[in-house]
């Protein structure tokens, strides 16, 4: 790779991560190349961009960003893969459904909504993060519930107060 072909891949690199607030970095090395097919697949279908990347030109590219990465630099050893995705838990889902069949691919580390979570130990916790449309839906259930509750005691009353005049 000539340096000017490095550097087109460190700005395109840094765009992508800039587009996103949502990174997961794995290892997905040993990996044949039915369950790698079957798993870009199911990235596809979940939304997820799925890209196999060079370490040093993704450290760059972190370093140039606007974003602070923290210590998710320092995981981008041997073989890289990254999940791009808009929905938090989407790559830790994926991830975790993969894992029932092998041990692979591992987690490295992730960025998500300036957060940083290094390790395979954080993949429960990651696959468990509700999404923004979640937490929005339980918000909004919270909101109404009051009122619900208001709108049935008051309709208990009023049928209560129509059978004792029709008495």
């Known amino acids: 790779m000539t340096r000017e072909e490095k550097s087109i891949a460190i700005e395109n690199l840094t765009a992508q991560l800039a587009g996103t607030n949502i990174i997961y ?14 798993l870009r697949r199911a ?16 450290a760059k590219a ?10 998710l630099p320092t995981v981008l050893t ?8 808009d929905v938090a838990n989407a790559p830790g889902k994926i991830i975790k459904d993969f894992r029932k069949k092998s041990d692979k691919p591992l987690l490295k580390g992730a960025y998500i909504n300036s957060e940083v979570y290094i ?6 916790t990651l696959a468990t993060i ?11 259930g919270l909101l109404q519930s009051p009122a619900q ?19």
């Open 149 to 167: 509750r208001i709108i049935s005691a008051l309709q208990n009353k009023f049928a209560g107060s129509e059978e004792e005049t029709e008495a």
């Open 78 to 85: 041997g073989n890289s893969a990254i999940f791009i995705s």
């Open 119 to 124: 390790g395979d130990n954080q993949l429960d």
């Open 43 to 58: 990235c596809f279908k979940a939304g997820i961009k799925l890209e196999v990347v060079k370490n040093t030109l993704l």
């Open 62 to 71: 972190m370093e140039a960003s606007a974003n602070d990465y923290g210590d």
């Open 25 to 38: 970095v794995s290892d997905i090395s040993g990996l044949n190349a039915e369950t790698t097919s079957s």
């Open 130 to 140: 509700k999404s923004k449309e979640e937490l929005l839906g339980e918000l909004i």
